[in-house]
């Protein structure tokens, strides 16, 4: 009975002989499995002495095949490629049924979360990885959608408008209503939240003033460097936070946070569902870009 299942040689040696034979060098081989020449030469003689016969001439220049280690080069070729479209086809299989989407963590708390969900139950069999984070997405191989505001420098990237969001101040409903209908000048004069983000695209308690004509000083108020603790903070009273009207409509719904004055200004870029091409998107992929934009159509309405 042969001490292995299909009596092969163990697989590193075969491994090396591949590599070797195919660059007809030990110091390539050495370079792609990331050893040194010697533990090929060691891997090779090794397998050598098992199938007692010589697979490389080693010559003063180079090395070349003999007939044995031509006919085992072959082979394994045939094999190893087989394995790998084997190994890709599984894996792709397994990739299809997992779409990863990313997303501010204000986004995914607020909306985006709920809406995976809803997908989910319509289609059980397809997982959904969320990453949140509060900077940049930059166009990586893992993520397959993510959700941005503005555009992306990346040419590479499809970006699918959702909506534009309007911005008006909100605090918790006894700072609105101890402001009421105050003027642009006693709103900067009030604790405000500013929001120290890595994506310098939203826009700043500043920007939303000069928008509206007001160039006069503001309040230093505090700083934070993510927007849902800057929602929190507003909702325990700390101050007013610029509200995106759409992103927090939940809250603004709930009664925890309230719009204070009657200023408003539509922002400045849109919110994108951004991806690579559809051609290049798995099938779970597409259903979910569809099932989001869907889902913010129909909340447009």
Same mark, same amino acid.
């Given at each position: 009975?042969?001490?292995?299942?299909? #009596? %092969?040689?163990?697989? *590193?040696?075969?491994?090396?002989?591949?590599?070797?034979?195919?660059?007809?060098?030990?110091?390539?081989?050495?370079?792609?499995?990331?050893?040194?020449?010697?533990?090929?030469?060691?891997?090779?003689?090794?397998?050598?002495?098992?199938?007692? *016969?010589?697979?490389?001439?080693?010559?003063?220049?180079?090395?070349?095949?003999?007939?044995?280690?031509?006919?085992?080069?072959?082979?394994?070729?045939?094999?190893?490629?087989?394995?790998?479209?084997?190994?890709?086809?599984?894996?792709?299989?397994?990739?299809?049924?997992?779409?990863?989407?990313?997303?501010? *963590?204000?986004?995914?708390?607020?909306?985006?979360?709920?809406?995976?969900?809803?997908?989910?139950?319509?289609?059980?069999?397809?997982?959904?990885?969320?990453?949140?984070?509060?900077?940049?997405?930059?166009?990586?191989?893992?993520?397959?959608?993510?959700?941005?505001?503005?555009?992306?420098?990346?040419?590479?990237?499809?970006?699918?408008?959702?909506?534009?969001?309007?911005?008006?101040?909100?605090?918790?409903?006894?700072?609105?209503?101890?402001?009421?209908?105050?003027?642009?000048?006693?709103?900067?004069?009030?604790?405000?939240?500013?929001?120290?983000?890595? #994506?310098?695209?939203?826009?700043?308690?500043?920007?939303?003033?000069?928008?509206?004509?007001?160039?006069?000083?503001?309040?230093?108020?505090?700083?934070?460097?993510?927007?849902?603790?800057?929602?929190?903070?507003?909702?325990?009273?700390?101050?007013?936070? %610029?509200?995106?009207?759409?992103?927090?409509?939940?809250?603004?719904?709930?009664?925890?946070?309230?719009?204070?004055?009657?200023?408003?200004?539509?922002?400045?870029?849109?919110?994108?569902?951004?991806?690579?091409?559809?051609?290049?998107?798995?099938?779970?992929?597409?259903?979910?870009?569809?099932?989001?934009?869907?889902?913010?159509?129909?909340?447009?309405?």
């Amino acid at each position: 009975m042969s001490r292995r299942h299909y #009596d %092969l040689p163990p697989l *590193t040696t075969l491994i090396a002989f591949e590599s070797a034979a195919r660059h007809l060098s030990f110091k390539d081989a050495a370079q792609e499995l990331s050893v040194t020449p010697g533990a090929v030469s060691h891997q090779i003689k090794a397998l050598e002495a098992e199938l007692e *016969t010589a697979l490389f001439l080693r010559l003063h220049r180079g090395v070349e095949l003999t007939e044995a280690g031509t006919a085992l080069y072959e082979t394994l070729s045939v094999a190893f490629s087989k394995m790998s479209q084997q190994l890709g086809q599984i894996r792709h299989r397994t990739a299809g049924r997992r779409v990863t989407l990313g997303s501010t *963590t204000a986004i995914a708390a607020l909306w985006l979360s709920s809406c995976v969900i809803r997908f989910w139950r319509q289609h059980p069999d397809q997982d959904v990885n969320q990453v949140a984070q509060d900077r940049l997405f930059r166009n990586r191989a893992d993520i397959d959608l993510f959700i941005r505001y503005g555009e992306n420098s990346d040419t590479g990237l499809i970006h699918t408008p959702l909506y534009r969001d309007q911005l008006v101040p909100v605090g918790n409903p006894e700072l609105a209503e101890k402001l009421g209908n105050c003027s642009l000048e006693q709103l900067g004069e009030q604790r405000l939240i500013y929001l120290e983000s890595e #994506d310098r695209s939203w826009t700043t308690w500043p920007e939303w003033f000069r928008e509206l004509g007001h160039t006069g000083p503001l309040a230093r108020g505090v700083r934070v460097n993510r927007y849902s603790v800057a929602l929190q903070v507003a909702q325990d009273g700390g101050g007013l936070a %610029l509200g995106w009207k759409r992103l927090v409509r939940p809250l603004l719904d709930s009664g925890k946070l309230v719009p204070v004055g009657p200023y408003i200004i539509d922002a400045p870029h849109k919110f994108y569902l951004v991806g690579r091409p559809d051609e290049e998107l798995s099938a779970g992929a597409q259903a979910l870009k569809s099932w989001i934009i869907q889902e913010v159509d129909d909340a447009l309405v």
